[in-house]
């Protein structure tokens, strides 16, 4: 039977028997699940009027804890995305009433960013919505090789990151 990269694998051994495309068993495989969660995740966000950025923001902020917010630079760090893409990603929830930005107490030139009681209210409700999903999509997996794929996979990203 096979998949997608079993396929492209078995063309480059044809057409290129010289070459060892091993690698791609995995990193092809990683990142066509990716384009494929990914877009998973957008149907889902979709029933909630969100895009994945915007539900990262809200979750960021939600798992951080701090009723005052984040600073700016700690939401940059948490997030792990650029200055540019935050500030739209704000933008966008600021409009929607989710999030606010608000001058720090200690020091007014520092801007913090919170969510509204609205936007905790869209996060907390559709938390356990979007963890079902997830699981739902492991379901091939049994437990323990969910665990050992999820131990591979930080293997790698502890490399990367």
Known sequence: ?????????????VERPDVDTSPMAVLGRVAR????????????????DLEPGEFEVLTTLRRAGAADGLTAGAFLNAALVTAGAITN?????AAKGLVLRVPDRADRRVVRIRL????????????AAHMARCATLLEPL???TQEAVA?????LLERFE
């Open 1 to 13: 039977m096979g998949d997608a990269v079993d396929l492209v694998l078995a063309q480059w051994r």
């Open 33 to 48: 699940l990716s384009r494929l969660v990914e877009r998973e995740m957008k149907e889902f966000l979709a029933h909630f």
């Open 142 to 144: 049994d437990p323990p």
């Open 89 to 93: 990603r704000i933008d966008r929830m």
């Open 116 to 127: 509204t009681d609205q936007g905790r209210e869209r996060v907390d409700s559709m938390l």
């Open 151 to 155: 131990g591979a996979l930080r293997t």
